[in-house]
């Protein structure tokens, strides 16, 4: 039976059939319009199907962007709990402190400088020069989108920032850090963003024209964390009793891997924005990515557990969460253009990758102790080369030559440019704790705090 809907004297009947779907969004349309419950004398603007469609598509991008927007942030806390638990007691306030810090202030950077010099209009090709402190947004009279996209790519930025974390956990000045978060968020990241992305505002990255492709971070997000985080374990070097007299290598293991694992689930959930938020659009597209994403994320773990299980002779829960997260890592790049089956391989090759990476970076002495530089640095370059490789239109030595130059591109730019501002910060201000304060814990040293009080006994 049809029900009348009446709205300032104008009725309009609606049934429960699909035809009677654009009579819907058009009743939705009108009632968004600025001013339509004023008097009742007022006659209300009567929008085509075809505007009233597109008005709510509209309205329906700024939610679908922001909502992925609230996912991606979450992720914070998945790094948070992923890094405090693969570390030792003793560091899990200091952990927590860096994570809430570097967003906050990566944030504030992000506003101020990154945000323009990665989306600012520009005539070379490698930084914007516009759209500082969010300047290109004129008020409540402006465009609103340019604030949606900003939320969006701020959560971003905060990403590639608390990639470094985990890698240094344990033995950094927490001052130190801080100065590092706030230039990697305005600068660092930003720089290789625009080169990958500026497009997407008002920007044109001279990398981006060669045909690019990396739809929501592979490089332009993991890679560049995961580079950074390599230079910084390097500089700063490993943890006291890491390493034996013989070069031999010691486990330091973590002290809650159901935390651990917690956050690696709160990732993957998180990445439900990350990848389809990418899209910026509510359409239909976002659902093979959602698919893509999760595919890859179990066959990453599934991979990354039958190689350890070959290698140590046990399924290893530390190497399946990160097998999990390589998964994720390497879909980022391709997860709008190959099919599910080419996601499953994807996903297969960086759960077998970030086991290897592992232990071959610890044969390095280098020590990553949560293992951020082999889940993104290396599984975010085969994710890039993958979405060549795997592209549904077909691949070609031109795709993959330009994917290449984009990953070499940013180990460049991201391990060199960070490997120098780590020495810069080392020889000023000083980058490591005392081997004293490192043994104590730097809860205790940098922040005069026990994680776990009443609970904890320090050696």
Not at 257 to 280: C, E, H, K
Not at 312 to 340: E, Q, R, W, Y
């Amino acid at each position: 039976m049809k029900q009348p809907f009446n709205l300032n004297q104008l009725t309009i009947h609606l049934s429960t059939k699909r035809a009677d779907m654009k009579k819907l969004l058009l009743i939705t349309a009108i009632l968004a319009l600025p001013g339509l419950a004023g008097a009742a004398d007022e006659a209300p603007t009567i929008l085509s199907n075809a505007e009233a469609i597109s008005l709510v598509q509209d309205h329906a991008n700024f939610l679908w962007t922001l909502v992925a927007a609230a996912l991606v942030f979450f992720m914070q806390a998945g790094f948070a709990l992923v890094e405090t638990g693969f570390t030792r007691a003793k560091s899990a306030v200091n952990i927590m402190m860096k994570n809430l810090m570097d967003f906050s202030m990566g944030s504030l950077a992000f506003f101020a400088v990154g945000f323009g010099l990665m989306f600012g209009a520009t005539t070379t090709g490698w930084f914007g020069t516009t759209d500082f402190f969010l300047s290109g947004w004129a008020g409540p009279d402006g465009d609103p989108w340019i604030l949606a996209f900003w939320m969006f790519q701020c959560v971003f930025a905060g990403t590639a920032a608390t990639i470094v974390s985990g890698a240094m956990a344990e033995r950094t000045k927490f001052t130190s850090y801080l100065i590092y978060s706030v230039f990697l968020c305005a600068f660092i990241y930003p720089v290789f963003g625009s080169w990958a992305w500026g497009s997407l505002l008002n920007g044109s990255g001279w990398l981006e024209g060669f045909g690019f492709i990396d739809f929501a971070g592979s490089t332009v997000v993991h890679s560049v964390g995961g580079w950074a985080a390599l230079a910084g374990a390097i500089v700063l070097g490993p943890r006291i009793g890491k390493y034996g007299p013989k070069g031999e290598v010691r486990a330091i293991p973590g002290h809650n891997i159901p935390l651990a694992a917690l956050g690696v689930f709160i990732l993957w959930l998180g990445w439900f924005g990350f990848n389809p938020g990418s899209t910026t659009t509510a359409d239909k597209s976002i659902a093979m990515i959602f698919v893509n994403t999760n595919l890859a994320a179990c066959a990453g773990a599934i991979l990354a557990m039958v190689t350890s299980w070959i290698m140590f002779k046990k399924p290893d829960i530390g190497m399946s969460l990160n097998g999990a997260l390589a998964g994720l890592v390497g879909i980022t790049a391709g997860c709008a253009n190959v099919t599910p089956v080419s996601s499953i391989i994807i996903g297969a090759i960086a759960g077998i990758l970030v086991v290897l990476s592992v232990v071959a970076i610890d044969k390095m002495h280098i020590d990553d102790p949560v293992g951020a530089v082999s889940v993104h640095g290396v599984c975010g370059a085969w994710g890039t080369l993958a979405a060549g490789l795997f592209n549904i239109g077909g691949t070609s030595t031109k795709i993959i030559g330009v994917q290449l130059l984009g990953i070499g591109s940013a180990f460049l730019w991201a391990f060199g440019v960070a490997f120098i501002l780590f020495k810069v910060v080392d020889m000023t201000v000083g980058l490591r704790v005392s081997e004293e304060e490192e043994m104590i814990g730097v809860d205790i040293s940098e922040h005069g705090a026990h994680a776990y009080n009443d609970f904890q006994v320090t050696k």
